[in-house]
């Protein structure tokens, strides 16, 4: 049988032997294990893989007495008890055949041998996994003999392994007996311990004896008692004695993990489990080496260990020593996946560059690098990245605004006239300047500083009144009443005054032609008062608007310019003669001769008699004794039909002995400067119909031509050099047109004087084309 040593197969063989040669000399103790070989549970013990071999003590009373086993073992507890019954019974069949004759103490000895034999437990697996799992049980090797006997013989099971081979059986028949039976105490025992055996075989159905083997039985127990009687105090073999295979040194194995049977899984692969190894620290290759030097150190050890050592006889059946079986190594228990697993101390490694780590990752090793190696790889990773910025950049200029277009002057931006330097009658004294509006200045004398101008201070009270206060049309403006001061300054012969009375009601437009006619100063300061409440208000006024239009070397003190303190220069009086003739009602004032006014008795006469002279129209007359005379006069000239304004003024005439003459020398200075002004002044044709000149500039260099829709003539003299300027009329101009389409302007001049022309498209406007779109820049 597969696990029995090749002595004990013999012993069972003897045994089996005898019992067939009928029951003549047996040993009557025999019975009881020969019923439980003939039993049908004997056939199952055929082949098992492991066979544990057990030390049986005598039991007391105290021993029948049920214990609690642990749950996990019933089975094994209930077997335990079943094969202590029977051996109680084998005990009893003994001391009943104690004084049997000394002749069949052989085949007693033989039957000792089968009886042992029986005693061997042998633990059938359910399954093929339990069968290989209990291979790996074993007994402590270890006896030490215990006082009082246990409870009964434990059974300590061991994991072994895979590897765990058959253990020796020591042969029973080289044994002596282990203890002699000497007072009828220990004999009581054994006696009850082997009645409860045989009463426990008896009740198994699967060990009940055939009626041969009990008649067998009963005689061999009437022998046995006749015989036993003589030889109460000899030493008798004890049937009990349980022999051990000496256990090698404990090894930590990995702890078996149970599994159901093929029967209940079908070999399915839910069952299927992956075992977990923790991740290990690296280990040096001294250490490796030191640790493969005592694993086979070990190995070595090993089987010397595992060698059994013939032990001398005991005197008496020791009780197992139970012993906690020893805890698996960690290894061991990482494999079965039971214990935590083990930390790794390892630090991470730096990463490695792309190249490299793509190698790793295909398992091919990077190049050696070369220059050309390098280059080409520079070019791979770079190509791509560059073409991908210029189809960016492509399509970026593609939805870019374009710039807006512009008009660029390309023909000569300048004009002279023919005919020479312009010659002026300059007066020799004072200062004074000519200018034709909107063309430009046809020249100045004199100092051009700040001096008095005298009553040509009232352009300028009549300039704020007109701002504050405008009239147009027909209309008269509002009413103004007389008050007591303007009455009371009418009296005054030191000054130009109109005779005005208290609580007279005159309209703006009547007190503006006194104002500007007669020169009346009480006018000028009811009007300031009128106007912002006090003189000295008005006359803020007065510097303000004289600092608007850009007057810098002028300052007023009074409305009437009687006071020396209000000074100027030529320059800036033409300014202020330029804002003033744009009101309407002003120009018709200063260009009357004389005028009628309600509630003052006769005609009023102009002391500005130059207004007799064709082309002339005013503006105002100024004289003191600071001042002299001074006259600042507007005239007018026809230019290819259309009337300009000439603007001049002439200051500090003073070659005459009386007031009056001083004034009438200003006023014959300057009309000899209108009427030169008036010859010189002409036209010319600074620009012919279909003249290229300039382009439209797309702003990415792209260029269309335009030209003059008509002739331009602008306004000069002699001497004269004009300048062009080609605008875009206040139109945006388009990225695209047909030619003929009229895109801008140009024009010679400012103001009243300025001319212009159209200008149009020479050929189509095209929008710029994708290589242009393409390349710019900014």
């Known amino acids: 049988m597969a696990g029995e040593s090749p002595d004990k197969a013999e012993q069972q063989g003897s045994s089996q032997e005898t019992a067939a040669s009928g029951g003549g000399g047996r040993d009557p103790r025999l019975s009881v294990l020969r019923e439980s070989e003939s039993s049908p549970s004997s056939a199952v013990r055929v082949d098992q893989p492991t066979a544990v071999f057990k030390t049986l003590a005598p039991r007391t009373p105290e021993d029948d007495e049920p214990t609690t086993a642990p749950e996990s073992e019933p089975e094994g507890e209930a077997e335990g008890e079943a094969e202590g019954d029977r051996l109680k019974a084998a005990v009893a069949a003994w001391v009943a055949t104690e004084g049997e004759p000394e002749e069949s103490e052989p085949k007693a000895s033989e039957s000792k041998a089968s009886e042992t034999e029986t005693e061997v437990s042998v ?197 197992p020593e139970v012993k906690a079986p020893a805890p698996a190594p960690a290894a061991a228990r990482s494999r079965s996946g039971l214990s935590e697993p083990e930390r790794t101390r390892q630090q991470p490694l730096p990463p490695l560059p792309p190249l490299d780590l793509l190698a790793e990752l295909t398992n091919t090793p990077p190049p050696p690098p070369s220059a050309l190696r390098t280059t080409l790889r520079r070019l791979r990773i770079w190509t791509p990245l560059v073409l991908l910025l210029l189809i960016v950049f492509a399509i970026v200029q593609m939805v870019r605004p374009l710039p807006p277009p512009a008009l660029t002057l390309s023909a000569d931006p300048t004009f002279t006239f023919e005919g020479g330097e312009l010659k002026m009658p300059w007066p020799g004294e004072g200062q004074g300047a000519v200018e034709v509006e909107g063309v430009g200045s046809m020249g100045m004398y004199g100092a051009q500083k700040p001096a008095p101008i005298a009553s040509v201070t009232k352009t300028m009270t009549a300039y704020v009144i007109l701002r504050d206060h405008p009239i147009k049309g027909k209309q008269q403006g509002p009413e103004i009443t007389i008050d007591k001061k ?256 009229v895109v801008g302007q140009v024009s010679i001049g400012t103001g009243a004087g300025k001319v212009s022309s159209p200008v149009a498209l020479q050929k189509d406007l095209v929008e710029p084309g994708f290589d242009k779109k393409l390349t710019r820049l900014g």
């Open 123 to 319: 633990e059938e697996p359910e399954s093929e996994d339990e069968a290989e799992a209990d291979d790996s049980e074993a007994e402590p090797l270890d006896e030490e003999p215990d006082d009082e006997p246990e409870d009964g013989p434990e059974e300590t099971d061991d994991a072994s392994g895979d590897e765990a081979d058959e253990e020796p059986v020591e042969d029973v028949e080289d044994k002596a007996p282990v203890e002699n039976v000497k007072d009828g105490e220990d004999k009581a025992s054994s006696a009850a311990w082997f009645a409860a055996r045989k009463q426990q075989a008896k009740e198994e159905p699967s060990d009940a004896p055939s009626p041969a083997a009990s008649e067998d039985e009963g005689k061999g127990e009437g022998e046995g008692k006749g015989e036993g009687a003589d030889k109460d105090d000899e030493p008798v073999d004890q049937p009990t004695t349980m022999f051990k295979m000496v256990r090698p040194p404990v090894v930590d194995q990995p702890t078996t993990a149970l599994k159901l049977p093929p029967s209940l899984t079908g070999d399915s692969d839910s069952e299927r489990t992956s075992v977990f190894r923790a991740l290990r620290p690296d280990i040096p290759a001294d250490q490796k080496a030191e640790k493969a030097e005592k694993a086979a150190q070990e190995a070595t050890k090993a089987p010397e260990a595992a060698v059994p050592k013939a032990s001398a006889p005991t005197a008496a059946p020791k009780a």
């Open 486 to 741: 303007a009455a009371e300054q009418a009296k005054h012969d030191s000054e130009s005054t109109a005779p005005v009375q208290e609580g007279q009601t005159y309209t703006e437009k009547e007190l503006l032609e006194l104002l500007m006619i007669p020169s009346a100063n009480n006018v000028a300061r009811l009007l300031a008062r009128w106007d912002a409440g006090s003189e000295a208000a008005f006359v803020e006024k007065m510097n303000a608007a004289a600092k608007d239009l850009g007057m810098t070397q002028s300052t007023y003190t009074d409305p009437s310019g009687l006071l020396d303190s209000t000074m100027s220069t030529p320059q800036d009086q033409l300014k202020l003669a330029k804002a003033v003739m744009q009101y309407d009602v002003f120009r018709e004032i200063v260009n009357m001769p004389n005028v009628t006014v309600d509630g003052i008795p006769g005609r009023i006469e102009n002391n500005n008699n130059i207004l007799l002279h064709d082309g002339v129209n005013g503006i105002k007359t100024g004289s003191s004794t600071p001042a002299g005379g001074n006259l600042l006069w507007a005239a007018n000239t026809v230019v290819d039909g259309k009337n300009r304004r000439i603007l001049g003024i002439v200051m500090g005439a003073k070659d005459a002995k009386l007031l009056i003459d001083k004034l009438q020398l200003a006023i014959d200075n300057s009309l000899k400067l209108i009427q030169q002004a008036q010859k010189d002044v002409t036209s010319a044709a600074v620009v012919k119909e279909g003249q290229v000149l300039g382009y439209v500039d797309d702003g990415l260099g792209g260029r269309t031509p335009v030209v003059a829709t008509k002739e331009l003539k602008a306004v000069g003299w002699p001497g004269l050099q004009v300048k062009l300027e080609l605008t875009d009329g206040g139109k945006a101009l388009p990225h695209s047109g047909k030619a003929g389409d």
